[in-house]
């Protein structure tokens, strides 16, 4: 029963999609003497609303012109508009609006799959200890997360204290590529304040549980709280899985007004580390094996939040403006 009532609804949404929507389409055309692309740029503000109607239109359209408009070059935006506007014969000096609509719209969807490209190539790069750039960026990272102690060698436990692993830093990265050092790098730069005090807070005990003494004697990878580096490689999967989904398209069309960059991409990223911070403290998990549960639970309050097209997640963001809370 439950198979052949899927089979229908099936069938009715195949129905309404292929019939009854490009009749609706029809219908309205001629009614107000506009196509689908002017209604949209016309009845919905700059942003998510208007670029994913826009988008989807554009996907679903019989005409390959519109189609291929989806994955042109960003340099051959303009003259696809231009093409767009002579094949639904919109005058654009009697519309002049209308195409600029369009191309801020175009350029925000093909920066986005642009960046795709960008962040995934990034991440499909492994940590390579052989290459010069990759091992300066590693120790930029120690600098700014503990400025004032040396680091005594590549191989250290000291790496422990800013929340890897082991002694190796480049084994945490395996996941996430270069992605994840660029990410953790970019926020120890851009927001030096800030991370050092998720850093310091990250290390410290329950308070009610341990006390100071007692806890200066137990090691750092017993912490209660949670391990900084690991923990911004876990986020950097949640904002790489975000994007990749198309989750994110919602905030970057809202937040950039033509093409998303890797700089939206890399504040995304720390906005996320912050509101994760407060979340792990609002859960206040017993020990770090809880981890996978919290990050699930935050992740899907994130999509949550995503669903709605006038959603952005830091519109203006500036990591030193948010208020952080203090374990």
């Known amino acids: 029963m439950k198979h052949f009532l899927r089979v229908v609804t099936q069938f009715f949404v195949f129905l309404y999609c292929k019939c009854l929507w490009r009749g609706l389409k029809f219908v309205a055309r001629k009614f107000t003497g506009r196509c689908e692309l002017q209604r949209i740029c016309y009845n919905n503000k700059h942003g998510a609303r208007r670029t994913l109607k826009i988008e989807s239109s554009l996907r679903y359209s019989k005409n390959e012109l519109l189609q291929s408009a989806l994955s042109v070059h960003p340099d051959k935006v303009e003259k696809t508009i231009d093409d767009i506007m002579a094949l639904k014969k919109i005058n654009p000096d009697t519309n002049p609006q209308l195409g600029i609509s369009l191309q801020a719209s175009l350029l925000q969807i093909v920066g986005y799959r642009s960046l795709v490209a960008e962040v995934e190539k990034l991440r499909r790069e492994p940590y390579d200890c052989e290459n010069p750039e990759h091992e300066e ?53 851009h927001d030096k304040a800030t991370a050092l005090q998720m850093l310091h807070d990250s290390l410290q005990p329950k308070h009610n549980e341990v006390n100071k003494p007692e806890w200066e004697q137990k090691n750092l990878d017993k912490a209660i709280g949670y391990s900084f580096a690991i923990v911004g490689i876990n986020i950097t999967d949640l904002a790489y899985s975000l994007l990749v989904s198309g989750a994110l398209k919602t905030h970057l069309y809202n937040v950039a007004p033509e093409m998303p960059s890797l700089l939206h991409f890399q504040q995304t990223f720390c906005y996320l580390m912050q509101e994760f911070h407060r979340f792990w403290i609002e859960e206040d998990p017993s020990d770090i094996m809880e981890f996978n549960r919290v990050r699930s639970k935050f992740h899907r309050r994130i999509l949550r939040q995503l669903k709605n097209p006038d959603m952005a997640l830091c519109p203006h963001f500036s990591a030193s403006d948010l208020h952080l809370v203090n374990l």
């Open 137 to 189: 960026m590693l120790m930029k990272l120690w600098k700014e997360l503990r400025p004032d102690t040396p680091l005594t060698g590549r191989i250290s436990k000291q790496w422990c204290e800013i929340g890897f692993q082991g002694s190796d830093p480049k084994t945490d990265f395996r996941g996430m590529g270069l992605l994840g050092l660029h990410n953790l790098l970019y926020f120890a730069e």
